[in-house]
């Protein structure tokens, strides 16, 4: 067995990202400290070709060298945009018709792996500051709240690792 060479990946170059069909997920970074973290949602979010992601309060915005560092250019094949109030977003989200997902451990959470989703519809989810998690206000507008299952003796798991468990579940069930 032998690595392939990233040329025989046969990736898409930022042009063909823009004009593939899009998985119908949008991922909402609610008040994320980690330059490192963001970068690698991006990253994540190239991987399974996302929609959107969209960058609240405190969450830093590309061009940002620390970003780009893990991103490695998925800033600039994934869309994004800047909203200043994670709420306001959620809001204007539903309004869409979009089913907004907080990922938390709350009361009359979904674990993850018994979440259904629906066909032609759209999610977003929302992923919560390292320390504080997602916002009780956006947790009490969310359609429902995710939750991995854990089992160990730490009772959460890095932003960025969530992320990515979080989008291969939901791409799993959207695309196949």
Same mark, same amino acid.
């Given at each position: 067995?032998?690595?392939? #060479?990233?040329?025989?990946? =046969?990736?898409?170059?930022?042009?063909?990202?823009?004009?593939?069909? #899009?998985?119908?997920?949008?991922?909402?970074?609610?008040?994320?400290? %980690?330059?490192?973290?963001?970068? %690698?949602?991006?990253?994540?979010?190239?991987?399974?070709?996302?929609?959107?992601?969209?960058?609240?309060?405190?969450?830093?915005?590309?061009?940002?060298? $620390?970003?780009? #560092?893990?991103?490695?250019?998925?800033? $600039? %094949?994934?869309?994004?945009?800047?909203?200043?109030?994670?709420?306001?977003?959620? $809001?204007?989200? +539903?309004?869409?018709?979009? +089913?907004?997902?907080?990922?938390?451990?709350?009361?009359?959470?979904?674990?993850?792996?018994?979440?259904?989703?629906?066909?032609?519809?759209?999610?977003?989810?929302?992923?919560?500051?390292?320390? +504080?998690?997602?916002?009780? $206000?956006?947790?009490?507008?969310?359609?429902?709240?995710?939750?991995?299952?854990?089992?160990?003796? =730490?009772?959460?798991?890095?932003?960025?690792?969530?992320?990515?468990?979080?989008?291969?579940?939901?791409? #799993?069930?959207?695309?196949?």
């Amino acid at each position: 067995m032998r690595k392939l #060479k990233n040329k025989e990946l =046969k990736r898409l170059d930022v042009a063909g990202f823009k004009a593939t069909e #899009k998985t119908p997920l949008i991922v909402v970074l609610d008040n994320i400290r %980690s330059l490192n973290n963001i970068g %690698s949602v991006f990253r994540t979010g190239d991987a399974f070709v996302i929609e959107k992601i969209y960058l609240c309060g405190i969450t830093a915005t590309p061009p940002n060298k $620390e970003i780009h #560092k893990t991103a490695l250019g998925a800033t $600039e %094949s994934v869309d994004w945009e800047y909203v200043e109030d994670t709420l306001d977003l959620v $809001e204007k989200l +539903k309004q869409e018709n979009i +089913k907004v997902c907080s990922v938390e451990q709350a009361e009359h959470s979904i674990r993850l792996q018994e979440f259904t989703v629906l066909p032609n519809q759209k999610y977003a989810i929302v992923m919560g500051n390292e320390v +504080k998690g997602v916002q009780q $206000e956006v947790v009490n507008h969310s359609d429902c709240c995710l939750e991995i299952p854990q089992y160990g003796t =730490k009772h959460s798991l890095n932003i960025s690792v969530t992320t990515g468990i979080v989008i291969w579940d939901l791409f #799993k069930k959207l695309k196949f």
